[in-house]
């Protein structure tokens, strides 16, 4: 933790291994300062159904992995009886407190899925009442898939600004837009995702293709807690910030060689931040009030020069080798900083010892 909260702070994780490196996940709760942070957790876990005839808008703020073998995963929830939906080559399920996590990859074999992103259909109160229901198309009560590494993919933000919050890590954190002219066509998978019944905005590091989206929906049901009053709360907060804040432990968190080029930018701009005392880790707020921590990398310390370093694939700084071939497992990088997906955290979540498909992500 590189921001410490009190002697009652309590930390779980769980450590998952993929490649050469590794992701955790965890779980972290601050009893000095939680009730809020509870209520809005409890809030958000009786807001999900994870009926595949509902979505409400907050399964948008998700942790999203790949694996290769999605199958396996849903197996696992079908026979532990835990709730799941697919949606456009992907399954989400909940981690007890109302954190969503997807699992990405291959299209299953065993399961119904829902090819793609149907924003313009309305969900309610109505739908809100359907129970989940099996969406197996054969009897897999007796198969066991052993469950293969799980790779950080993205993370998903509601977002009541989603244009204002990618403005801001394209322009200060060094993030590229993609362009997803493509998948919003009418036959696309996000169709009408910018601007009739949506508005997604997608980012990556290019460096590693981590992405990030911020996700505005028109026609999603909200539950008992509206996106814009608490990000409304969230900004109230993060005007002048500090750890006491009830949301502090939830944030996203980068990998930086060095975060001096981040701090004189957040001095310039006059822009509310939070430092640690021994200098690694900044914390800055997003337009919406979401949290972004960058982190002294202190076991990769590594030059800026970009011709020292190159960056694997799926995050951490790695010496520069021989391989100058961009089509390769390394490719050379271009930005004078590097930023690579280290964690999430999220306040006020409860344990529980059948959260097993964790990431390095804080919870």
């Known amino acids: 933790m590189t921001f410490k909260g009190s002697s009652a702070t309590r930390t779980v994780g769980t450590r998952l291994y993929f490649a050469n490196s590794f992701t955790d996940v965890y779980f972290w709760k601050n009893p000095a300062n939680a009730r809020e942070a509870d209520m809005f957790s409890q809030l958000l876990e009786e807001t999900h159904t994870f009926s595949a005839d509902d979505w409400d808008w907050w399964q948008d703020w998700h942790v999203a992995f790949f694996t290769e073998d999605v199958d396996a995963v849903a197996i696992r929830l079908f026979n532990d009886g835990i709730p799941f939906v697919n949606r456009g080559g992907g399954l989400y399920f909940q981690v007890p407190g109302g954190v969503t996590i997807q699992v990405i990859g291959p299209p299953m074999q065993f399961f119904w899925s829902q090819p793609v992103f149907y924003f313009c259909r309305r969900t309610n109160d109505i739908t809100a009442r359907i129970k989940p229901y099996p969406l197996n198309i054969t009897d897999v009560s007796k198969l066991s898939k052993r469950i293969k590494p ?107 060689p060095t975060i001096e080029p981040f701090l004189t930018a957040v001095r310039q701009l006059n822009r509310s931040y939070l430092l640690n005392e021994d200098n690694t880790s900044l914390l800055l707020s997003m337009p919406t009030g979401y949290l972004y921590e960058l982190i002294v990398d202190q076991q990769k310390q590594a030059s800026t020069d970009t011709g020292d370093l190159v960056v694997h694939p799926y995050g951490g700084l790695v010496p520069k080798s021989n391989n100058r071939d961009r089509s390769g497992p390394f490719f050379q990088t271009s930005p004078s900083v590097f930023m690579n997906a280290l964690f999430i955290l999220f306040a006020g979540v409860a344990v529980a010892p059948k959260a097993t498909i964790q990431s390095r992500v804080m919870l």
């Not at 933000?157 to 009418?186: H, I, W």
């Not at 997608?202 to 590693?208: E, G, T």
Request: proline content about 5%; overall charge positive.
């Open 150 to 256: 799980f790779y950080p993919s993205h993370h998903s933000f509601v977002s009541s600004a989603p244009q204002m919050d990618q403005a801001f890590a394209t322009s200060f954190l060094g993030f590229k837009r993609r362009n997803m002219k493509y998948e919003s066509r009418p036959e696309g998978t996000h169709a009408y995702m910018h601007g009739r019944c949506a508005w997604v905005e997608w980012i990556y590091l290019p460096n590693s293709q981590y992405s990030v989206h911020y996700i505005e929906q028109y026609y999603k049901r909200e539950g008992e807690v509206h996106v814009a009053q608490h990000l409304a709360r969230l900004q109230s907060l993060r005007r002048h910030m500090h750890i006491n804040d009830p949301f502090f432990g939830t944030r996203v968190g980068f990998s930086v």
